[in-house]
């Protein structure tokens, strides 16, 4: 390429230089647009298509397979600004962001790339001219250092473009030479270094230069320029490349540090401003935030970090690019707490990145309320295990002070992690400054050991042909849509914004669903609550915003482990997999189930304080309009113990107790009096609910428990018990209401008692008195009446008499009477053979719409075979019925009523044969 298509396209008097970071970057991108570069937007962080790399860490990541050969694009120039993450293997620079002016996880690769186009004289002179001309940066303040092979570069710096010998550097492999890999492109480097100056020096040598490469903080890399030439074979050898290419990469925290004046990056605008908001919610002096420096400056970075990571759609987990993420969060909540922070604030923070940068990463702005929450979310969750965590470490470094040991093991450092929550870099952080160390290399056997056990190993896709949650939790990991299984936290809120990740329609993966559609939706999070102990599912919406459509969730699923579907209706619109949602719980009615769930904790301890310490769960159902609550007793609880509890439950109500939930060993929960239900499986960390027990005070109840629960215990309001009985065999259940549940019962038994007030005309306080009044004019008119009733049988019976019939030489009577009831009927036969001596009688008469009949035989007649039971059987056949009894009494029912008169009309010819048979 001719030299005049080299040259740059300004000269350092036409260009206004560029002083804030947003300016540098977009003067980079401008200045090599205007030399025929493309501007390609940035990759995102996480690597899905390469399972080497978790996340891009270079500008040229997205261009490989353009310098292979394996890819051609329209452009043979292209720059970019590229976001980086480096936070792990080689290039894991963890440990040092804090302490170190210029270490950090994320950072942002200005560079540009020519595929088989200009190669080293045009990226040494697009460079230099950036450099002096565009940044205005003194020449003399810039050393460039090259191969000690590569004399081609040297000379174009020295007679090309003029740079005193004195300024320019020959140094080995260690640092002017990349490799790809160990086969395939690579080639020379030539890199630019800015000189601090003689007072930045902080290796003390009177020879100080960039040759000693011994991170002295006068020297500063700026720029590395790759000029790919070379393709290495497996036996070492290299051949040059038919089109050599150009890989550059500038660091903008670097380059705005230079043109700032700033040695420390924190101290230039993309850190200045997150650090300056900290400052203020701290309310910290100048001299405070100088002695928290540290503190400052990871909060910083990793807020910055994790605000790019969750905007490219990486969310907190146990492993992959989750694992990162929820581990830099973690660490930055670890030193907030060290620097003062007693809530959540990395939203604040992160909301100083969205505003500073969303102009250039748009991203960012379109997923700033999900950014936050899910920053404080994860806070939350960090902030639950933390003091366990700590206390656990604590007692681990005593015993290993008592001891004289100065390396914790790998397997308790993967116990700290898997059951405390605490990551392995935290550990690292807090036990450094003790001068202990860590086997790091048997933590990571023992998680490869756990990964193996548990079948989570980090990227174990879940084994197909388990049916379709099978299949799409599979294509959901290889995706790398998820870590390890869909984030639930159905504590933090009702209100969660996720992207659709998975449909489910008829039992088969979809892409979209639409009105009227009964389907499954999977999102990466949800806080949806999954029906356990008791505690019914939530229900409530999954919207759209940019499109408004809505589904309706009616109930929620687990069906395999990892996969959490919201079960419903589209109500409207369309839903297609990749959309952005809002989720967004019934509260009101989750807030009754929590009323009723922390009801059933006082109720619970109220039982074993009235009825023994024997009483335990057996168990329970936590809905929105009631509670049910099975539990060991071997009788029934009377009405006046169970007015009793009743009465202590809402005074504990009442007492309005805190409701408190931590998270700690299930040991020590158990060693603290927790109540844990006998066949419960728990893990080593338990979560309890304590309500009560402030200060020195002992608390009033406290239980291991997953569900949901109110703050305070007066939020429950009234508590009503509606029944109890028996389950099974020393079993007991009782039902009771609370809250809108309760206040509505009270309500309908009110009105109950103003109606019968206004019936009875009498005020509701002499209600009893008159009550009890009209119950015995009650019983003193029905007394009467069944005398008037006996003696109106009576007479009628004396009636009835006068149709008895001789058939066979015995008496017999079948008629059909007015008697009230079977008593009555019982009676009039009694009367019958106190009357005739000898005979057979049925009286028949009609209850409910139904035919009874009550039949007698005298004993003579049953001495030759004539029995009642036996009559009124046959009897009873005719009405479409049956019956029995005792040879001189029986009762038998039917159904048609209308064949009273022809059941009866068979009486005598029973009698005449049964007799002459006999």
Not at 857 to 864: E, F, G, N, Q, S
Request: glycine letters at 10%; proline letters at 4%.
């Amino acid at each position: 390429m001719a030299i005049s298509n080299l040259q740059s396209p300004i000269s350092s008097e036409e260009q206004m230089k560029p002083t804030t970071s947003n300016e540098i970057r977009q003067a980079f991108l401008e200045f090599f647009n205007e030399l025929n570069h493309e501007i390609v937007p940035s990759a995102p962080l996480p690597q899905h298509d390469n399972p080497t790399l978790l996340f891009t860490n270079a500008g040229m990541n997205q261009f490989v397979d353009v310098f292979l050969g394996k890819e051609k694009r329209p452009y043979s120039r292209a720059t970019s600004s590229q976001k980086c993450m480096r936070v792990q293997g080689k290039h894991n620079d963890l440990e040092n962001v804090g302490p170190s002016p210029r270490h950090h996880t994320f950072f942002e690769m200005l560079g540009n790339f020519s595929f088989g186009d200009y190669f080293k004289e045009g990226a040494i002179r697009f460079a230099y001219d950036f450099m002096t001309k565009v940044c205005q940066i003194p020449a003399d303040k810039l050393y460039f250092t090259v191969h000690t092979s590569d004399d081609e570069a040297y000379d174009i710096w020295a007679n090309k473009v003029g740079v005193p010998p004195s300024h320019i550097l020959r140094m080995g492999d260690k640092t002017n030479f990349w490799m790809m890999g160990d086969v395939g492109p690579c080639g020379p480097t030539s890199e630019i270094h800015y000189d601090w100056g003689p007072e930045a020096c902080t290796c003390g040598r009177p020879d100080c230069s960039v040759l000693l490469d011994n991170d002295c903080d006068r020297w500063l890399e700026v720029w590395n320029l790759v000029f790919m030439q070379y393709d290495q074979a497996e036996d070492g050898t290299r051949t040059l490349l038919p089109k050599p290419g150009v890989d550059t990469g500038m660091g903008l925290e670097r380059i705005t540090s230079v043109v700032q004046g700033t040695p420390v990056n924190y101290n230039n605008d993309l850190f200045a401003p997150a650090m300056d908001r900290v400052q203020a919610m701290l309310g910290d002096t100048a001299e405070e935030r100088q002695e928290k420096y540290v503190g400052y400056r990871v909060i910083a970075d990793h807020g910055r970090a994790a605000t790019f990571l969750i905007a490219d759609g990486v969310r907190p987990g146990a492993a992959g690019a989750g694992y990162v993420l929820r581990m830099i969060i973690r660490r930055a909540a670890r030193f907030g707490r060290q620097i003062g922070f007693q809530q959540p604030f990395l939203a604040d923070v992160a909301q100083v990145y969205i505003d500073q940068m969303g102009e250039a990463y748009p991203e960012l702005r379109q997923r700033a309320e999900h950014i936050r929450h899910t920053l404080t979310q994860e806070e939350r969750r960090f902030a639950r295990t933390l003091d366990a965590a700590l206390s656990q470490l604590i007692t681990i470094l005593e015993e290993m002070d008592e001891k004289g040991e100065k390396e914790i093991d790998g397997q308790t450092a993967f116990n700290l992690y898997a059951t405390y929550g605490l990551p392995l870099e935290i550990t690292r952080d807090l036990v450094k400054e003790r001068g202990i160390t860590i086997d790091e290399k048997g933590y990571n056997a023992a998680r490869a050991a756990h990964a193996l056990a548990s079948g989570s190993g980090a990227f174990k896709a879940y084994e197909r042909g388990t049916g379709v949650y099978g299949d799409l939790l599979a294509d959901l990991q290889e995706a790398g849509l998820l870590d390890g299984g869909v984030e639930y936290d159905p504590y933090i809120g009702a209100r969660l914004r996720s992207d659709v990740i998975g449909l489910i329609r008829d039992g088969e993966i979809v892409q979209t669903i639409g009105p009227g559609d009964k389907a499954e939706i999977v999102t990466a999070a949800t806080p949806f609550y999954v029906e356990a102990g008791g505690e019914v599912s939530d229900t409530g919406t999954i919207s759209i915003p940019e499109t408004g459509a809505e589904f309706r969730v009616t109930k929620m699923g687990k069906p395999v482990n990892g996969l959490i579907v919201h079960v419903g209706e589209v109500v409207q619109g369309e839903i297609g997999v990749g959309q952005e949602a809002l989720l967004v719980v019934d509260d009101g009615r989750r807030a009754d189930i929590r009323r009723n769930h922390t009801a059933t904790h006082i109720l619970h301890r109220e039982l074993r304080a009235h009825l023994g310490n024997h009483v335990t769960q057996q168990g329970s159902l936590v809905a929105p309009d009631r509670l049910r609550f099975d539990f060991s007793h071997d009788k029934a609880v009377d009405d006046s113990t169970l007015a009793a509890i009743e009465a202590d439950i809402n005074q504990a109500i009442l007492a309005n107790y805190p409701v408190k939930v931590r998270y700690m060993g299930q040991q020590e929960a158990i060693e603290k009096g927790a109540m844990a239900l006998f066949g419960e499986k728990y893990g080593d960390i338990v979560r309890t609910i304590t309500l009560g027990g402030d200060g020195d005070k002992p608390f009033y109840s406290m239980e291991l428990c997953g569900g949901l629960h109110v703050s305070e215990t007066n939020d429950i309001g009234q508590f009503r018990f509606v029944s109890e009985g028996a389950v099974a065999a020393g079993v007991r259940r009782v039902e009771a209401v609370t809250g809108r549940g309760a206040q509505a019962l009270i309500a309908e038994r009110l009105d109950v008692l103003d109606r019968l007030a206004d019936l009875l005309n009498a005020p509701v306080g002499e209600l009893e008195n008159r009550l009890e009044a009209l119950l015995d004019d009650h019983k003193t008119l029905q007394k009467n009446a069944e005398q008037l009733q006996r003696k109106l049988a009576r007479y009628q019976f004396g009636e009835l008499l006068g149709q008895v019939q001789t058939i066979a030489g015995t008496n017999v009577l079948a008629v059909q009477v007015e008697a009230s009831d079977v008593d009555t009927m019982r009676e009039m036969a009694d009367w019958f053979r106190d009357k005739v001596k000898t005979g057979t009688a049925v009286f028949a008469v009609i209850q409910n719409d139904k035919p009874l009949f009550v039949a007698t035989v005298t004993d003579d007649l049953i001495k030759r075979g004539l029995k009642a039971g036996d009559i009124v059987r046959e009897v009873a056949k005719v009405v479409g019925g049956g019956g029995g009894g005792r040879p001189n009494m029986a009762q038998a029912g039917g159904h048609d009523a209308s064949k009273i008169g022809e059941a009866l009309a068979i009486v005598p010819d029973l009698v005449a044969r049964t007799i002459e048979n006999n």
